[in-house]
């Protein structure tokens, strides 16, 4: 064997060793040059951990939730400095974005009850930096059909983002197996279950769903709802731990942060950091491999009925890991998958980027399918209005008809957080209801003028926030209640 082949390994580690030292020089540099932690940068109110959370019930969940609420009102809003008290901070008791001020803080868990006696329960999680205003308007949808809506905070969420510097992905899904536990009892053994997750949630609600195949002791949900479900997330997540190794030293804490943003959303965090990205790609590598595993031993066929929501195009997740993780995996069970698609009658041109433009495509070549494909596209390349493109499972033929909505002007594509929420959400919607105050209209604010003047980066405001194709996701998911009701009546006809 040469000798230079035999130095190989060792040529390779020095290498290796001394692109990491240059990484970790690049990162300190960054942090010393980036902005100052803050209050909620630092403060991390205490909440029950995973095994807290198996032996608690909703009750005492609730009572340290609202512990952890007033450390954030005695240790942050209470303690800001002169610098911080400005309307821009949703922390500030001054700001118009202060959540205290509302009729109701969307950022706590929160039960919608109807009128007379519940068809069913809903559980409802939000995603990564979210908060149980995500998914309000859904559950609406079910308490306006008769059915308990249970929105879930999950633990280290609504506070400050410091709280997610030390939680666990176990501990988002103890919290699950905690709501779906109240969730049961509320029902009773007769009444269906759904689970509905967003983001971050949706691989949470999957994840439940597995681990209750392999649990009788565990609530079996009876329809599960995926909006751009996090089933797979960027490469970068595996190694985001090595970029917080410097904050090992107090002097270089911000190493923590993958991002230092203002906090200007009432129930969103801005920054991020690290430990959010590893737990993110934690939940998902352990989801894939349940996935495969249960895939193989010809377990998933007793899996629910799954109805996905996905932007073609997300900047968040992989849609493509929505369909090979996920459905590629599933038998033929009665799952479907909602693709909204680019639009392309935006008259944008040579500015697409041309994978964005054969995306579609690559997701989706030709072929029979073990799950219905839904497809919401462009009537034609000349006409706003959309349709709904249908391939039903094992079929090859496509059904097309048109659903009465229509891309608005000017924007080109939905995106990751646009999909739960209608165009006339009070604080996302390109059209704010107007009766809703949140402090500001985020979804309907279009700035144009120069650098420096506003308090927030204006990249922040270009990304679409509400769904303008939400009546139909809201029809769509109500056509599983109605199929739930139906079965319930003929089981108690018999």
């Known amino acids: 064997m040469p000798w230079w082949v035999r130095r190989l390994p060792r040529r390779i580690l020095l290498l290796t060793a001394t692109l990491l030292v240059v990484l970790l020089a690049l990162r300190i540099w960054d942090i010393r040059h980036g902005p100052p932690l803050a209050p909620w940068h630092l403060v991390v109110p205490e909440e029950l951990r995973a095994e807290q959370i198996d032996a ?21 809003t209470a303690a800001l400095e002169p610098q911080d008290r400005i309307p821009a901070n949703r922390y500030f008791t001054g700001s118009p974005l202060y959540p205290g001020r509302f ?32 998914l309000r308007h859904v559950g609406a949808l079910y308490r306006d059909r008769g059915w308990i809506a249970i929105g879930l905070r999950l633990p280290a969420h609504g506070t400050v983002p410091a709280a997610l510097t030390r939680v666990t992905w176990e501990d988002w ?16 053994p007769d009444r269906p279950l759904h689970l509905i997750g967003f983001s971050n949630g949706g691989a949470l609600a999957l994840k439940y769903a597995l681990d209750a195949l392999e649990d009788e002791a565990m609530a079996r949900p009876d329809r599960l709802v995926l909006i751009s479900p996090m089933i797979g997330i960027t490469a970068f997540a595996r190694f985001a731990g090595l970029t917080a190794l410097p904050a090992l030293l107090p002097r270089f804490a911000k190493a923590a942060w993958l991002g230092i943003v203002p906090e200007f959303i009432p129930f969103k965090y801005n920054s991020f950091p690290v430990n959010g990205a590893r737990q993110s790609h934690r939940l998902t590598m352990a989801l894939q491999g349940q996935m495969r595993r249960l895939a193989a031993e010809g377990r998933l066929a007793a899996l629910p009925p799954i109805l996905t929501f996905q932007s073609v195009v997300d900047f968040t997740v992989s849609t493509r890991a929505v369909i090979t993780a996920l459905y590629d995996q599933l038998p033929a ?34 072929g029979s399918r073990t799950w219905r494909a839904v497809v919401i596209t462009n009537a034609s390349p000349q006409e706003a209005a959309v349709i709904e493109r249908v391939t039903e499972a ?32 009070g604080l996302y919607g390109l059209d704010p209801d107007a009766e809703e105050d949140f402090g500001v209209q985020l979804g309907a604010l279009a ?18 926030s509400s769904n303008p194709f939400f009546p139909y996701l ?4 109500g056509e599983g209640m109605a199929g739930e009701a139906a079965r319930q009546a003929r089981s108690q006809t018999r």
Request: hydrophobic content about 45%; overall charge neutral; glycine content about 8%.
């Open 333 to 366: 069970q009665g799952s479907e998958l909602v693709l909204f698609d680019i639009n392309r009658n935006a008259k944008l041109g040579p500015l697409l980027t041309p994978a964005t433009e054969t995306a579609l495509d690559r997701l989706l070549p030709p």
């Open 447 to 464: 700035p144009r003028g120069e650098r420096g003047v506003l308090a927030i980066a204006p990249d922040a405001l270009l990304r679409l």
């Open 474 to 477: 809201l029809e769509r998911i």
């Open 56 to 76: 608690a019930d909703w009750g005492r969940y609730l009572a340290a939730e609202a512990a952890a609420f007033a450390t954030v009102r005695t240790e942050v």
């Open 103 to 134: 009729v109701q803080d969307w950022n706590r868990s929160f039960v919608l009850e109807p009128e007379g006696e519940a068809r069913g329960v809903v559980v409802l999680l939000h995603g990564l930096t979210d908060s149980p205003y995500s």
């Open 173 to 188: 899904q103890a919290a699950t197996r905690l709501a779906m536990r109240e969730a049961r009892a509320r029902a009773g």
């Open 394 to 425: 094992g079929a090859a033929r496509e059904l097309v008809r048109p659903i009465g909505l229509a891309w608005p002007r000017d924007v080109y594509s939905l995106s990751h957080v646009a999909l739960p929420f209608p165009v006339t959400d």
